[in-house]
């Protein structure tokens, strides 16, 4: 044990000397207005508040008399300004010198970049229709436009691609995001910016974030968990490479579930997932730690059960992004005020809990899976730490990945072997040298494995600080099939010792002036092993067996539905019964005269199914207002969710498809339209209600979003219009003067508008700013080159036209 330097980095700000006599005058003023007569400062006058406010305001101001001096006073010993945010922190490098994470000549280089600010960087949708016109505009005109900050330095460009990431895709921008807003002459690139990020072409994301789910090898057919989602950078990122390795014009076979704890952080995750537009996402909000083991039909599953020793009826997945919470010390770029905050102490308080998240993944991982463990610490408590210990719990089932030879440009640092854990003023090298009243705070899995692991049972209650809790959706009168996991400590203190670290990925800052980030990957080979295996029919059983396990074993759960019960709870009440309190159910449309009447209007194909595949959140299902459509693998996780008694708590789910609409004009025939993010998915398979312009009407209709029949300029275009029934309609744009042709061929790359076909005109069912980007990149430079066209007003109601409403407009995205 050492003990360590006590500095601390001070919080508070320093005042100029000229300001001690304000401060002087302040104080005795404010203890007379502190204690008013009567109930104290609550009972304080408005005008006395303002007064005591703007005295405090003026106190850390330099006076008039010593402002000739203020400069001078106002910087210290090496001229900087004593005001400006703190962006060091004597603890922080004591920490991170003591536990080497560079070498002693890297030092200075780190810690000067580290208190840089942070480049801003962003990724191009390969699934945006405007994909290559982005990247043109991006490599012919900003590249060579935009200069560099240092205008001196020849070698240096101002926006570069990632030469690591695959087909040019991601960018970095050699400015800070405060410089991105503040400077004007790079206004026109951030409006840029904002306008795409906002449609769905770009994602502004920190580079080293990219790398986590381009490690995680995801295919089209694989079932992925992003356990820690939001705000949802990865998830996006996930289904763009899901979408864009699928074939052309068709939905990919596997699906996403991203989950997370907070509610709010769910809902700012599900707005960015909706610039995507996929039938193939669920989102779920529950804790990590916890997440329930939802399930699959026994068809999908019987691979599963012909592998491993588990019950069919128990989801596994194919890929799990185990990005946990962390002390965050690698966004000090990006953070600056983290340098204030920062101690030792944080990442102990979260190795427990980023453990049970770990073990969580592994345990919901199929056998021949990968999961991949990130955080955006360089604590080797929160990293090597963590992996060390899923090492030595698994044994032989688990696999720590070397991939090397992935990202070849990527520059990366290998995992460390050595650490020493701090607590308070001490450094321990071995769980052996912790007093017994810090074990509390310190557990045996935050230290390097070596032979202090091999231990008796008996000290293995201090050694974890945690367990994994039973997930409170289950119903616990359900047969529960419980397979307890424990590590086994006797094993050979060679294996323990050899566990390949290295393999592990560390960037740091100053690798390619990003951030700092730390990657593991897994391979799951074989079950997990198990000591004991139980069946809890009684409630009252799991209590006592919770007790019973105290600290010593995580389980995973498979539940255990037999015929009778999968009978009682597939009847009605289950599609209608509410589970989880302030969410919407989710209800499968089983109405025909709905479907029937939908699929009569637009003339959709049979090729295109509908049955079983639209859902709505309304315990009644035919008085839903919007209808969302789900891919078959999503189908069967809901339809195996609500059997199993709704263990999912599913704020959101699938790709809004049809919304219903309120006229003016009386009965429709059909009140559903095509929502804008359903579109480019079912036109292939429309054949009715459509409508080719020219690009003159079809610029006319983006510009004035209402015009009558007689105000377009091609007659015959007007008059189809005028014949079609009233109601949703889609207007396709026809591409020069070559011969109209029907989008009945999937991958066909179209440009096409959901509208409302009203009684005098048609109505454009596209937000604001999704008209502007199609008018910005199909008339560039065109925008008022014709008038305004006097139109009507719409004949729907305001608030059926949602400015949420997106638009995607290549076919089968």
Known sequence: MQIANSNKCSILPLLPPSATNSVTGLISHSQRMSTPAGRGGRARAPAQKVQFRRSREKAALPSLSDSSDSDTDDRDREGHNKFDPVITNPAFDEYYKEQEIVSPEEWDTFIEVLRTPLPAAFRVSPSSQFCVEILSQLENDFRKSIRPEHSDDNDTEAITPLPWYPD???????????????????????????????????????????????????????????????????????????HHSNREGSLPDGLIVANDLVAQRCDHLIHKMKRMNTANLVVTNHEAQCFPGGFLSETNASQIAAETEMHPHQLLFDRILCDVPCSGDGNLRKAPNLWRRWNAGMGNGLHSVQLQIAMRGITLLNIGGRMVYSTCSMNPVENEAVVSEILRRCEDSVELVDVSTELPKLIRHPGLRKWKIRHKNCWFSTFNEVPDYCRGGI???MFPPDRSHRNSVGDHTSEFGEKFNSNDSIDPQTAVQRVHLTVNYNDSVNRISNFPLERCIRILPHDQNGGAFFIAVFNKLAPLPAIRKRTISEQDSLPSLQDQLGNLVEYMEVLEVSSSNVQNNAGGNAHTKHKWKGIDPVVFLKDESIIDNIKSFYGISDSFPLRGHLVTRNSDSNCGKRVYYISKQVKDLLELNIRAGQQLKIPYVGLMMFERKRSKEGTLTCPFRISSEGLPLILPYITKQILYASDVDFRLLLQHKSIRFANFLDREFGEKAWKLIPGGCVVVLSKGDEAVKACTRAGDSTIAIGCWKGKTCVNVMVSPLDCQELLHRLFPGEENLYPPVQGSKPSISSDDLRDGDSIRTTVGC
């Not at 410089?179 to 072409?201: A, M, T, V, W, Y």
């Not at 057919?221 to 996930?238: F, I, N, R, W």
Request: charged residues 25%.
């Open 168 to 242: 040019n895709l991601a960018w970095q921008f050699n400015y800070s995001r405060r410089q991105l807003r503040k400077d004007h002459s790079l206004e026109r690139f951030h409006e840029f910016l904002k306008l795409e990020n906002e449609i769905g072409n770009i994602t502004r994301q920190e580079a080293v974030s990219m790398v986590p789910p381009l490690l995680l090898d995801v295919h089209p057919e694989h079932l992925v968990l992003d356990m820690c989602a939001a705000p949802g950078s990865k998830t996006y990122q996930l289904l763009e490479i899901m």
């Open 443 to 445: 557990v045996r899995s």
